[in-house]
């Protein structure tokens, strides 16, 4: 008989190998000043890949700040004034997929009842009407933590791709690790 943990890991396996969940490949590759994004994690400067020819120098970034007032999954938020918040160039399981509940309590960890600064890239708004943003908490990048952490992939979503190359990075390094949900 099959225990309800083996099974919970076959289906996870099964999860991880679709397409949605394939990680990024980045051959160790990624724009010079992914440095910066790397500092911006809780484990640090570690060496970041190097390559390319653009910047995810994320230093001296600026932005409107706010309070959280919850934390809607692991790549939403909802602010005090009511705005709700989508993490940009990550994506996180959703609710009913594995690590749902794991991507949710590592952001409300970070996030919940703090106050936050925003940064934007391109667009505003998406087509729910949530903002789009870089999250901040002191000095830590949420949207590279949660990558970095394993419970988030890097998404390409143009045309907000600023730090899209350090994402797939971290992602690569959290894969190569086998942190979160890259854990064999």
Avoid at 5 to 18: V, Y
Wanted: charged share 25%; proline share 3%; with cysteine.
């Amino acid at each position: 008989m099959v225990s309800r943990i083996t099974l919970f890991l076959i289906l996870a396996s099964m999860l991880l190998a679709s397409v949605a969940w394939r990680p990024i490949q980045t051959n160790g590759q990624a724009p010079a000043g992914c440095l910066a994004i790397y500092a911006a994690t809780t484990r640090g400067g570690a060496e970041a890949p190097s390559g390319g020819g653009l910047s995810c120098n994320a230093s001296n970034a600026s932005g409107d700040t706010s309070r959280v007032a919850r934390v809607i999954d692991g790549d939403t938020i909802e602010l005090a004034n009511g705005d709700r918040v989508r993490y940009i160039g990550i994506d996180t399981p959703e609710r009913g997929e594995p690590f749902f509940g794991n991507a949710t309590r590592l952001n409300r960890s970070l996030v919940e009842g703090k106050r936050i600064r925003l940064m934007r890239d391109v667009s505003e708004k998406d087509r729910f009407g949530r903002l789009l943003r870089y999250v901040y908490v002191d000095d830590i990048l949420v949207n590279a933590e949660l990558v970095r952490e394993g419970y988030a992939r890097a998404l390409e979503y143009e045309p907000d791709v600023r730090f899209f190359a350090c994402f797939a990075a971290l992602e690569q390094e959290a894969l190569d690790q086998q942190r979160g949900m890259w854990a064999q």
